[in-house]
């Protein structure tokens, strides 16, 4: 990172420049098999497109609430620095009938009826598929994010002293984001660029978000996002750790 980021937007930036190549999340679903590795550049690209979906399909503007309904996946990790791009307020697992707009994964579709405003559907299915139909009530955001463009400019600036983060029902400004992860990083033994840590925590405390993105984000290290991970073994998971070059672990 440098001295002057103070969003996690600021923070993908930063990594963009320093090293667009490198894998940032290297996501796995092991109820699936799933695997996915994103470098920063093509984070980057699905941030971008997203943040675009969101300010002019959606016309969010800053300090909307947007209520993530997800899990830990690589795409909460494109709707999360997307939102800070905006300059939206992410509501992790948040109340949708006080959001302003939701975004929802499989099981929690009914819940996000109660908003009013703007809903996209994720089917979280390998590769990002689009659904066969849309769940009623929703767009699918697979169909919709891919016309966006690979660039954006927020319309008005983003206050990094304005909420940007609600989880366990805290409240988050972008910078205090920022500096807690940073905070955070020695305890998770996360030292600098190329460390690496596996986190199979879930997104709905701070401890999860700062473990399985901010964290790694903040110091230059990178994430292997692992869900449903009780349904691989200890031998199997020892061997992921040793070919994925893990250094730290958060479970």
Request: hydrophobic share 45%; with cysteine; charged share 20%.
């Amino acid at each position: 990172m440098n001295a002057t980021d103070r969003t996690p937007a600021d923070l993908l930036r930063s990594a963009l420049a320093a090293d667009p190549a490198r894998p940032l999340v290297t996501f796995y679903d092991d109820a699936t098999g799933e695997r996915v590795e994103l470098s920063v550049a093509t984070l980057a690209n699905w941030v971008a497109k997203t943040a675009n979906l969101l300010q002019d399909g959606m016309s969010a503007e800053p300090g909307d609430r947007v209520a993530l309904l997800l899990p830990a996946h690589w795409q909460t990790v494109v709707w999360l620095l997307a939102c800070s791009s905006v300059g939206a307020v992410a509501d992790m697992d948040g109340d949708p009938s006080r959001a302003d707009h939701v975004v929802a994964g499989p099981g929690r579709f009914e819940d996000g009826l109660a908003c009013r405003g703007e809903r996209y559907a994720l089917s979280l299915a390998p590769l990002g598929r689009r659904f066969p139909a849309p769940p009623e009530g929703y767009a699918d955001y697979a169909v919709d994010v891919p016309s966006h463009g690979d660039r954006f400019a927020p319309y008005v600036p983003v206050d990094p002293e304005t909420p940007a983060l609600i989880v366990a029902g805290a409240e988050h400004t972008a910078a205090e984001v920022v500096e807690r992860a940073l905070s955070d990083a020695p305890g998770l033994d996360l030292t600098g660029p190329g460390s690496r840590i596996l986190s199979a925590l879930p997104y709905d405390t701070w401890e999860g978000l700062s473990a399985g993105l901010f964290a790694p984000l903040a110091t230059g290290g990178s994430v292997v996002l692992c869900r449903n991970l009780a349904e691989l073994g200890e031998e199997s998971l020892a061997k992921r750790i040793e070919s994925e070059r893990v250094t730290a672990t958060a479970r």
